[in-house]
């Protein structure tokens, strides 16, 4: 597929059509990337976009137990209980 490169403003832009918007999964920001005069778009990856599948996961399996820890030499010595 080719496309034309146009004029907006001072800068030059690039359409995309919209089926390659959805295919990509690119919503609002995209990053980009050149790579031996090659431009890389790709989707901006949220953190912990992935954090509630894998909070499921470990509740199946049962790692997401509150791990306590017994009291140190540290807490009983040095710490100022008030």
Do not use: T
Request: hydrophobic share 35%; with cysteine.
């Amino acid at each position: 597929m080719r496309a034309s490169i146009i004029k907006i403003g001072n800068s030059r832009g690039l359409r995309l059509p919209k089926p390659i918007i959805e295919q990509c999964g690119f919503e609002k920001e995209v990053e980009l990337e050149v790579r031996n005069n090659e431009v890389i778009i790709r989707p901006v990856k949220r953190p912990r976009c992935d954090w509630v599948e894998a909070f499921k996961v470990m509740a199946k399996r049962g790692d997401d137990k509150l791990i306590e820890f017994p009291n140190s030499e540290w807490d009983e010595e040095e710490w100022e209980w008030r």
